[in-house]
């Protein structure tokens, strides 16, 4: 019930390409859903963020896709670029909880090629 | 860039040792948070903290302990190191009424 699962595990792109990251969720209680990006040697930052109320939310090339009926979302890439090159964590989480906590997908490690 | 500082960043150490890992952050958030990280793999909710005086244990079962005696002070501690520590540890923070989490830099942490 408090899982999140993330697939795939590591993903190759060529730069221009258009990675995407998919997670899916058990609990239906969770309504917040942040993605994360970690670079080597340095804490996971904030990236983009959505709510079950809006099936797609857009930050400059990065795009979250939501399907609440699946209980899934996607993390999209446009126009990928070598600096992109990071390990990408979904989570999931309730709005504005007192606990905050976040349970996290297990992680996709992102490669764009130049 | 998120204000919130963790010492060391790296450290080995032999088993049986007692470390505390450091947790600072100075943008006054009340909630602070112990996640424990394997490589290539998710972050565990191990601790976290309402505020000062306040902790609590996470997710995932561990052998450490935390004290919030300033607010902006989170510090986690292992009586005794033992290579099953081995990890990193990533401290972050929240401000209450609000989603984000800041994170720190992490300490990777390697028991012998």
């Known amino acids: 019930q408090q899982q999140v699962k993330q697939s795939p595990q590591s993903l190759i792109v060529q730069k221009g390409g258009i990675p995407i990251i998919n997670c899916a969720y058990e609990?239906?209680?969770?309504?917040?859903f942040p993605w994360y990006q970690q670079f080597p040697g340095k804490g996971p930052a904030l990236l983009i963020a959505i709510r079950p109320d809006v099936s797609e939310k857009k930050e400059g090339r990065f795009t979250i896709s939501f399907n609440k009926s699946a209980k899934q979302f996607s993390l999209h890439i446009m126009d990928s670029q070598p600096g992109d090159s990071a390990t990408y964590f979904c989570?999931?989480?309730?709005?504005?909880?007192?606990?905050?906590?976040?349970?996290f997908g297990q992680g996709t490690t992102l490669q764009v090629k130049p | 860039e998120a204000d919130i500082y963790q010492t060391p960043r790296y450290l080995v150490i032999g088993t049986g040792k007692k470390i505390t890992l450091e947790c600072s952050q100075t943008?006054?958030?009340?909630?602070m948070y112990w996640y424990q990280q394997d490589p290539g793999m998710e972050l565990h909710l191990i601790h976290y903290s309402y505020g000062v005086n306040s902790t609590e244990k996470g997710d995932l079962s561990s052998e450490s302990t935390v004290s919030r005696i300033r607010t902006e002070h989170f510090p986690l501690t292992l009586e005794s190191a033992r290579p099953s520590h081995t990890s990193q540890y990533l401290c972050a923070s929240r401000l209450a009424g609000a989603n984000e989490q800041y994170f720190g830099p992490g300490t990777r942490l390697t028991v012998t």
């Open positions: 943008m006054g958030h009340d909630k």
């Open positions: 609990n239906t209680a969770f309504d917040y």
């Open positions: 989570a999931a989480s309730k709005w504005l909880s007192n606990t905050g906590k976040l349970i």
